[in-house]
């Protein structure tokens, strides 16, 4: 078995000494530095030193704070009408394509006439027949009339004859009514667009006989220009909706895709109901739309932003807010970026941005990043933000460019 190494080597004493003194060089120095750059060890700082914290800053901006509500709304014509046919008939002409957008009283299906010009070329005969006896009763009405003066005929004869009259313009009439109905039924026989739209799928086709009582009808026009879309909004957003509505009739609304990242289509508030769903606590809206290129579809399902307010508002990032007992509050950069904390009322939200109502003007820097070694009165130092630094060297690239 080896002999313990002895501490009173001369070699390994000399190395013990050495690291002592590097030790109280070390010791020393750390002392200097602290008392160069703070208060000493008896003093307020307790020998340590003030640190200089980095930190990311922002400016707040004076601008238009647009707040819009989201909500899940879905497409609806403002028009969908089923195509039936008024009267029965052999179905004889189709004069639409499907998918054609058609407008208010164009010709879409033509039904078999001629049994209805049957119809009114009867009620004309008869019409014209009952003319012919009530022209020839007013003759003999008057010749009556005439001899009564004179005492050749008694009043009771030409009391009745002045009721034949009578009799003979109410079946004039009557006839005249059917000759109206004839004329109808003859105009039904042409159907025509009682809207613009688009048309659908046929659902007849040529020679079935078709009537009125047909459920599926001929086709369906659906009016796609302009279009409307009906969403709701929660109960706790009816108040500031209603105050926007007040203050402008036609709020704007934004239609877009399923996966928000393309507009489909502007529009404006159209009508808001009167009672809330006491199921889903939601109120129903509906906002309508030019949609001229076709991009909105019946029965699709799009995003809605409701802009409810736009004001001129002194604006900065939600992340610079912290919250604590006393409320909200922001840390402020003074020009010898020295920190201080700022209470602050703030307003609407929208996006990453928040309004400020009360606490901070426009231009001062808030603290963005760095937040959490923050104290009132702390020494910063401002950092740079990387994407700027990034763009920096390009931006004096450029400006040597252009002056050369």
Not at 136 to 141: V, Y
Not at 347 to 375: H, K
């Amino acid at each position: 078995m080896s002999p313990r190494p002895s501490f009173r080597s001369p070699s390994l004493l000399r190395l013990l000494m050495l690291a002592s003194a590097l030790a109280l060089t070390t010791v020393a120095c750390s002392g200097d530095k602290d008392a160069g750059n703070g208060p000493g060890r008896g003093g307020p700082g307790g020998g340590r030193g003030e640190r200089v914290v980095p930190v990311r800053v922002v400016d707040a901006r004076q601008q238009d704070l647009t707040v819009r509500i989201k909500a899940l709304g879905t497409v609806t014509a403002l028009h969908t009408v089923t195509v039936r046919s008024r009267v029965e008939g052999e179905l004889v002409r189709i004069a639409f394509a499907e998918g054609q957008q058609v407008a208010a009283g164009d010709l879409l299906a033509q039904i078999d006439p001629r049994p209805y010009e049957v119809a009114l070329a009867q009620a004309l005969g008869t019409q014209k027949q009952n003319q012919a006896e009530l022209e020839n009763a007013r003759n003999q009405l008057r010749r009556y009339a005439e001899l009564h003066e004179q005492k050749y005929v008694a009043a009771q004869d030409l009391s009745n004859q002045q009721s034949l009259v009578r009799q003979l313009e109410g079946r004039l009439q009557s006839d005249q009514a059917a000759v109206d109905e004839a004329r109808l039924q003859l105009g039904y026989t042409r159907i025509t667009a009682p809207v613009a739209g688009r048309m659908g799928l046929r659902a007849v086709d040529l020679g079935n006989l078709v009537r009125s009582g047909d459920a599926d009808g001929i086709a369906t026009i659906t009016q796609t220009n302009p279009i409307s879309v009906l969403f709701t909004i929660p109960e706790a957003d009816i108040g500031p909706v209603i105050e926007a509505v007040r203050m402008t009739p036609e709020l704007a609304v934004e239609a877009w895709d399923r996966s928000e990242k393309q507009v489909l289509a502007n529009g404006k508030l159209a009508s808001v109901d009167n009672r809330i769903d006491t199921a889903t606590g939601t109120l129903k809206l509906r906002a309508v739309f030019d949609n001229a290129g076709d991009a909105l579809f019946p029965n699709q399902f799009v995003n809605i932003r409701l802009a409810v307010s736009s004001a001129d508002a002194v604006v900065i990032p939600n992340a610079a807010v912290q919250f604590g007992s006393n409320g909200t509050y922001v840390y402020v950069i003074s020009a010898d970026n020295t920190a201080s904390l700022r209470d602050v009322r703030l307003g609407a939200a929208e996006g990453e941005n928040v309004a400020v109502m009360a606490g901070l003007a426009a231009g001062e820097r808030v603290v963005l990043e760095g937040i959490d070694n923050l104290r009132e009165g702390a020494k910063v130092e401002v950092v740079a933000d990387p994407a700027d630094a990034a763009a920096a060297p390009a931006k004096d690239k450029a400006d040597a460019t252009a002056g050369a």
